[in-house]
Structures are given as C-alpha cells and as structure tokens.
C-alpha cells in the first residue's frame, strides 16, 4: 500500500505538463519528490501489486534478529510493506541517495507504529554495507545505476544475506526483439494515457529519462543473479514492460 498520505504526496504529477525549451535529465529533485508517489502510481504498471507482493515475502522469508534492506526506498512505500511484515525483532534500513526523497520518507515512517526498529539513511546504496540481512529489497532502482556497476552491486547483496534471505529486483525491462519492444512499448504509453497522462507529458519524460533509465532484458537480470550465487531465482512477476525477479540463498 502507498505511504501514509501527506500534503506533499498529494500533489498530482504534473512535473511534465508544459512544454519544455530544454528537457534535463530525470532527477530525484524536491520537484520530483514532491509528486513521486502519484507519478509511480500512474506510470508502472503494476506498481500496487509489487508492494503487496513485497508483504507476502516479508511475512515468509523475514528471519527475526535480522536486518532487512529497502534500497532506493523514495517515499517509503516499500520500507513501511517490510515494517509491518516482518517479526518486531527485525531492523528495517531504508537507503536512498536524495535528500528529499529521505526527508519525506522519514516522514511517512513516523507516523507507522510498527513495532520493528527502522533507520532511513541519505546514502548511496553503493556504499552501503550489508549485514546480517533476511530480505533485501531494490525496487525500480538498479535501472539508474550505470550497467557495468550492477553486477558488483548484486554480488555485494549476495554476501550479505543469511542463507535463506531473498533479494526482491524490480524493474523495467527492455526486449531483443524489435516487434515485442515496440509492443509493450506503445502499451506502456496507452497506459499512461489512461492515467491522464498527455501526449506532451508522456514525450518530454521519456526524453528526460534517455540514457539515465538504461534497462536491461530479463535473461539479463536472471543471468546476474545466478552469477551472484542465487540457488533459486525467478519472474515472480510481469506487467507490460516491467517484470519482478526474485533470488533465494
């Protein structure tokens, strides 16, 4: 379920609405933040089930007197998911590397009365160390970070998890073949429009997001994971073009 609502997660994302002289890149600026949790609502498919599947996980795999991760935790959608899922002796650690995202996430966790302990950290999830993990979480992230840093990243994750942990990778996908691709694509944008997304909107953002959303296929995502050392991995879940992969230890 999305985050308690504040005044600020209320605002409808109109971040692209007018047009634009010069189109920069896609940032995770206060503007952004802002609107952030209309504008994932409204632009991925899918979005609502991925959080629900990320409190199914939790109730399953969480280990008690273990850590569990949320990285790129924005808002914290998926940061409260864990809190309320896992056992009360469980630490929740949500990482992010914008300042505002963390400062309304930190927000929206104060008002949860879970009982597990939480930390919301401004931090690069590069740096982060990974301890004594039962689930770590990277919803719709890894897609922002530069291609050749995402093995390293998942390795890193790997060695930090418990035997059993789970790592939960959700994000969007691109296809090889050419027809499939244009596809989902042209579907993606359907849906959109039924959000209430423009034409203008829906075009200047996927000009913003060129070259800083670099997705990769699916074998591709299941091949690092297995190369991570995953004994178990899967698409637990698909929605147009944005898929959900799950690694067991």
Known sequence: MPPPADTDSLHADRVYSKPMATIEAFRFDSAVADVFQDMIERSVPGYGLVLQLIGVLAEKYAIPNTNVYDLGCSLGASTLQLRRHVPSSCHVIGVDNSTAMVDRCEANLQRDHSAASYDIRLEDLRETAFENASIVILTFTLQFIADEERQTILNRIF?????????????????????????????????????????????????ALENVLVPNTEDEHLSRLTSAGFRQTAICMRCLNFSTFLGIK
Do not use: W
């Not at 073949?177 to 989902?184: I, R, S, T, V, Y």
């Open 159 to 207: 060695d930090g998890l418990e035997d059993g942990g789970i790592f939960l990778l959700s994000e969007k996908v691109k296809y090889e073949n050419e027809g499939q691709q244009a596809l989902m694509t042209e579907l993606h944008h359907d849906f959109k429009k039924m959000q209430g997304y423009s034409d203008l909107e829906i075009s200047q953002k996927r000009a």
